[in-house]
């Protein structure tokens, strides 16, 4: 196991600095001057524009800039906002927690729905369930989120008015931010209903994020689970006489479960792609947003560390994903 | 005499194949119902002109925000309603057809183009090369697909020309990695060394001998492509990233009609509704197809 966590580990490594590269050139891709650019509309007189350029260490060589870039990135110094002056590192770890939040109760519904919605499919193979809700995930699976997002807004928020519009929480209730998680710090503010309107807050935009990873693990848990009940140990278990419940929940759904592991894993870039989409329709302040109002605010440090830092998010999760899955699979591990 | 004879039996091949073809495709009623609403969204692209009721781009000043026609207020000549400047959206959405088909060809065509000479190169020669390339795709996929197509457009400057080539970029390692496997699957086959004895270059071999044989999952590839690039270039439009106003381009109507959403549900309704449709359509194609040429999937 030691070894199979060092090669993945290794493996990372070009990767990474792939993206590191990646996101050092980003700035120097758009057209203009840097300082310029930072600048802004007021210019900047050239005695300043020398200064700032070798404060930035624009006027040194590439490489050099490149393995500069590199020391501060290890350091943790991530840059500052153009328009807030702030530290780009605190601003993702004071934005982070809201889509964790966000995306953590999405996947959990996908996920808790999903399995249950392709196993059921999967057994009643023709029936008016797996054909309705094959078609509902086929349906999911093509959505235009943001539609989705606005036609919920329409519905539950306009029309019935049981929904909030946006945010994470009524102005009503204010708390100290101790995990980040609203869900949490509202129920030890202990304020009453403060709970209640997070958990209202965060309904609409975690059934839109979840909707398109619902449908794909409901397909691949259907698919998964029709593969696995015709093979030989499966119609042996049947074949001895174990009751059908052991023999799906035990025998079949555990080996169809290693695939649809696989599929939640790579939900996660969907969902953060998804979050980008769904955090812009509800307001909701996490970095998803924070990315879009960077790139529209021309905000380039923000959006080069944001950059790295998402897919190094990315990048950590699927080795996370990875590791689960040669615990689960030990035929992987020792590939 | 001879000659003729091996080419007929060619084209025999070629029609039991692609009667084999439909069979497994026709098999997926869903499919068939994608194809034909796939293809009469082509036919609606095509005679756009002529079908739409109203010029996409003119504003009826004493229309605005009118109803569609079934609803209290309504006006027949506007069945679907107009937009807040008095567009008729019906027009709009037609118009916005040839948009959506445009991005998916160009984009498939690009990602496809360059991830299959891409993907050839690294399987056929292996090696550093292999390596290289492959690293490079990880890093491409290592993004959200939304987020670097996002970041990439602000590079070249927001547009639908731009929007395409970022999500094509954006695309192409799937293709890269589809082609490789496949080349590298293919290669050890005796069919290829007898090419290679008998004096085939290395050119003759990727592209003539072995890249026919790995076909078909970049056709189901291609699909699944086509779709998402819809999507994603309307997700773009929709965050002011895409095709610009005035262009009735699905997404960027929606984005115009994010402020009106409370007043007139129709001016939101209708561009998503399309997007919906053409996705969903062309997805019961792409499970057709797969269904019809992974012959794993076909067996069972």
């Keep these: 196991m030691f070894r199979f966590i060092l090669s993945r580990l290794l493996y990372l490594v070009p990767t990474f600095i ?16 840097p300082v310029l650019l930072m600048a802004g509309e007021r210019g900047v007189s050239p005695e300043r524009h020398a200064e700032l350029s070798a404060q930035l260490g624009y006027d040194q060589p590439l490489v050099v800039q490149y393995f500069d870039f590199l020391g501060r990135l290890l350091h943790g110094d991530l840059g500052t906002s153009l328009v807030t002056k702030k530290p780009v590192l605190a601003e993702f770890l004071s934005l982070f927690p809201a889509t964790v939040e966000l995306g953590l109760v999405a996947i959990l519904l996908a996920v808790l729905l999903g399995v249950p919605i392709g196993v059921i499919a999967a057994i009643k193979r023709g029936s008016w369930f797996d054909q309705l809700s094959m078609t509902g995930a086929l349906v999911g699976f093509s959505m235009p989120i943001f539609w989705w997002g606005l036609l919920l807004i329409i519905f539950f928020s306009g029309y019935l008015g049981w929904t909030p519009v946006s945010g994470r929480i009524s102005l009503m209730y204010f708390f100290p931010n101790v995990t980040g998680f609203m869900l949490i710090d509202s129920l030890i503010s202990g304020q009453d209903g403060a709970f209640v309107s997070a958990l209202r807050h965060l309904i609409l935009p975690s059934i839109v994020l979840a ?16 593969e696995v009940m015709s093979e030989d140990y499966v119609r042996t278990a049947r074949a001895k006489g174990m009751p059908r419940r052991r023999v799906i929940g035990v025998h079949a759904l555990r080996n169809a479960l290693i695939p649809v592991v696989t599929t939640i894993g790579l939900q996660i870039g969907v969902l953060l792609a998804g979050a980008i989409l769904t955090e812009t329709i509800f307001s909701w302040p996490g970095i998803g947003k924070w990315m879009i109002d960077s790139i529209s605010r021309r905000d380039y440090p923000v959006v080069q560390s944001g950059l790295l830092l998402i897919a190094g998010v990315v990048m950590v999760v699927n080795l996370l994903v990875d590791l689960t899955y040669g615990l689960i699979n030990p035929r992987i591990r020792h590939r | 005499m001879s000659d003729v004879s091996v080419k007929l039996s060619d084209a025999a091949i070629r029609r039991r194949q692609l009667s084999e073809f439909w069979f497994y495709f026709s098999r997926n009623k869903g499919a068939v119902v994608g194809l034909v609403i796939f293809l009469l969204m082509v036919l609606t692209a095509l005679f756009a002109d002529w079908i739409a009721p109203h010029n996409p781009t003119v504003q009826f ?16 000549e506007f069945l679907l309603g107009t937009d807040p400047v008095g567009r008729d959206i019906l027009s709009r959405l037609i118009k916005g057809s040839q948009y959506s088909l445009f991005i998916g060809i160009v984009v498939v065509s690009i990602a496809l183009v360059g991830g299959v000479i891409i993907g050839l190169v690294a399987g056929f020669f292996g090696g550093w090369i292999d390596a290289l390339i492959m690293r490079i795709m990880d890093v491409i996929l290592a993004f959200p697909s939304l987020l670097l197509a996002l970041v990439l457009v602000a590079v070249l400057g927001p547009g ?11 695309y192409q390692p799937h293709f890269a990695r589809l082609t490789r496997a496949a080349v590298m699957a293919e290669q050890r086959r005796e069919y290829v060394s007898a090419a290679r004895v008998a004096g085939a270059g290395n050119m003759r071999l990727m592209f003539l001998t072995i890249l026919p044989n790995c076909v078909a999952p970049l056709i189901v590839q291609a699909t699944l492509s086509f779709s998402s690039a819809v999507l994603d ?11 610009q106003p005035p262009a009735p381009e699905w997404g960027t ?7 009106f959403i409370s007043r007139a549900w129709w001016v939101a309704t209708f561009p998503g509704l399309a997007i919906l449709i053409a996705v969903l359509a062309i997805n019961l194609m792409g499970d057709g197809l797969r269904d019809a040429l992974d012959p794993k999937l076909k067996r069972s």
Excluded at chain 1, 18 to 23: C, E, Q
């Design chain 2, 253 to 259: 109507m929606l984005a115009e009609a994010r402020e």
């Design chain 2, 61 to 76: 000043r004493d229309a605005l925000l009118v109803p569609p026609a079934w609803q209290e207020g309504g006006r027949p």
């Design chain 2, 160 to 170: 639908l020309t731009n929007a395409m080539i970022a999500i094509a970029i954006v």
């Design chain 1, 211 to 226: 909707t398109i990873p619902l449908a794909v693990i409901a397909r691949q848990t259907r698919s998964a689970m029709l």
């Design chain 1, 18 to 33: 792939g993206i590191t590269i990646i996101a050092f050139s980003f700035p120097r891709f758009l057209e203009g001057d």
């Design chain 2, 233 to 243: 270039a309307a997700a773009l439009g929709f965050l002011g990233m895409g095709a």
